[in-house]
């Protein structure tokens, strides 16, 4: 059930809640739960188990409309053997009580968690086993002041996501199809998740120009906004980005495509900030986009490329951004249980913090706290 006051259209947080769920069978959470716990931690958690310590609770101070990287906190704490405590954000605390509903349609009891009130002091709340935390660098500061040093604290700080469209893929029938996936990417949660291309970077010498694909994506997510509406936005943060961006195109610095879909080659990339609204930025190659993204003020925690090949290209190119989550376009948002969010080995933290885990034998074999 979606409140109605929900940020995004019924079929909008169908599509976010669908695409978070994606890949999460019960062999892909074993070979997470494999691949993140050393075998001294798994001994500690069977040992944990097997007192049948109490469940403590892990507070999940989550983001306004990002699921994903907060349905596999939730995951990793139900694997600890802990209960998550879903904190949500004053402004809009539905992802929150949808996580909460989940787990209890799913897991009923084996599965337990609830949810905060918005705004509520931290200091009047049970003191948890530690606190995993997604927001603004002064967000974190203050949480890390109210903590102390007594209380983990496993924090996430701003990020984004960018594409990488390679000239190998600009043909006619590619660069259309690429467009339309990646209109996909950008409509969902609107550029605001750390999972979500909010910039674009195009090498030029393919068969379809940076100019056209621009205008193709700027097509295609005029066409999504009539089956995946996009949220409100801030009218005033709208308007300055407008003038700015419109100056910028009146002086030959940049080119509008419909609505959402910016063309530039300043070096001042960085992602807008604004909901669905992406810049397109021309490259001669993978190492400029590079040296561009670096100088992002937020961290780049995902980036979509064309095919399989390009992926294993975008690795080498794009080293020096550690844990950096690469995958197709068009699937940028489904990642994998086993996805390191920062290079953040989540699970094997919450269990390093004196949690249990309890692992029957078999490869499907994994459930939470009883």
Known sequence: MIPKHAPF??????????????????SAVARWVGEA????????????????????EVLLILPSTVFAAAWQSAT???????????????????FARLLASSAKAVGGRDLPSRVQRPGASLRQERKPDAVVAYGGDVTLQTLRRSLGHRTPLIAFGP??????????ILTPVRARETARRLAREIALYDTLGCLSPSCVFVESGGAVSPSHFAARLGAELNLLDRTLPAGAAD??????FD??????????RARWFGRHVILHREK?????????????????????????????PVRLAALGVGDAADARRARKAFRRFRGLWITDIGGMHEPSPSWRNGGVNLLAKLVGCGNSLCRQAGDSAIVGPR
Request: glycine share 8%; charged share 25%.
């Open 243 to 252: 003038q700015q961006w419109r100056f910028r195109a009146s002086a030959g």
């Open 159 to 168: 990020q984004a996501g960018a594409a990488w469209v390679s000239r190998r």
């Open 76 to 94: 990793a704490v139900w694997l600890a053997g802990k209960v998550p405590v879903f904190r949500p954000s004053r402004r809009e605390p539905t």
């Open 235 to 240: 009218a005033l943060e709208r308007e300055s």
């Open 9 to 26: 259209s019924p079929v909008m947080t169908e599509a976010c809640l669908r695409a978070a769920f994606a890949g999460w069978t019960p």
């Open 268 to 296: 001042d990339c960085a992602p807008s900030g604004l909901r669905r609204t992406v810049f397109v930025r021309p490259v001669v190659g993978a190492a400029e986009a590079d040296r561009l993204l670096a100088r992002w």
């Open 37 to 56: 716990l050393s075998p001294s931690l798994r001994r500690r958690a069977e040992i944990g188990c097997a007192k049948g310590r109490r469940a403590g």
